[in-house]
């Protein structure tokens, strides 16, 4: 019996290329992303400037915002290719309530990506679940236009955009920057 009886219409999970978050060995993340660079193979290796303090100087460095972690953009069916070309990426993400890969919808990754390389605030990975707050909209800066969820942390407001299995992105915004979007 075929997976897709004849008549019905195939999800978009199998024939359009989705977000994947894939598993990376131990410091091989900048490895990775230049084996995908070389497969034509779209991706984002999420990454901030910060500046951190030793004894004798302050620098500002490029970190990680999620080692060992990295999105790339690919279907389904490239998943195992990729996996067998580049040795360094372990695995991808598992949704265990769907039973297959975690997918990051476009909206979100793009919104998360806005606020990484556009953002001089800092960005904070919660990777516990947050609980459903009021879709907001942002009305100004590198976000606007953006919806997002809003939550509250340590009594300051954050909007946040999910990351599927793997929680949630926080930046900091005034609420001037939002208003509330109609359900």
């Keep these: 019996m ?6 019905t219409q195939i999800p978009d999970f199998f024939t359009k290329p989705q977000w994947f978050i894939g598993r990376v060995k131990y410091c091989h993340e900048w490895k990775v992303a230049d084996l995908l660079k070389e497969m034509n193979v779209e991706y984002f290796l999420p990454q901030q400037t910060v500046k951190r303090k030793w004894s ?7 970190v990680l915002l999620l080692p060992r972690y990295i999105f790339i953009h690919c279907k389904n069916s490239e998943r195992v290719p990729i996996l067998e070309r ?48 009021d879709r907001v909209r942002v009305k100004c800066g ?13 009594s300051k407001k954050c909007v946040a955009v999910g990351l599927g299995v793997l929680g949630s992105a926080r930046i900091e915004l005034p609420l001037s920057y939002i208003e509330l979007v109609n359900n």
């Design 142 to 154: 590198p976000l606007i236009d953006r919806e997002c969820e809003l939550v509250e942390v340590s």
């Design 56 to 62: 004798d100087r302050t620098k500002m460095v490029q």
């Design 2 to 7: 075929p997976l897709f009886p004849v008549g």
């Design 86 to 133: 580049v040795r360094s990426i372990t695995g991808f993400m598992m949704d265990r309530d769907q039973k297959q890969p975690a997918v990051i919808r476009d909206n979100d990754l793009e919104t998360f990506r806005l606020m990484v390389e556009y953002e001089d605030i800092p960005v904070t990975i919660d990777s516990g679940k947050f609980s459903p707050g």
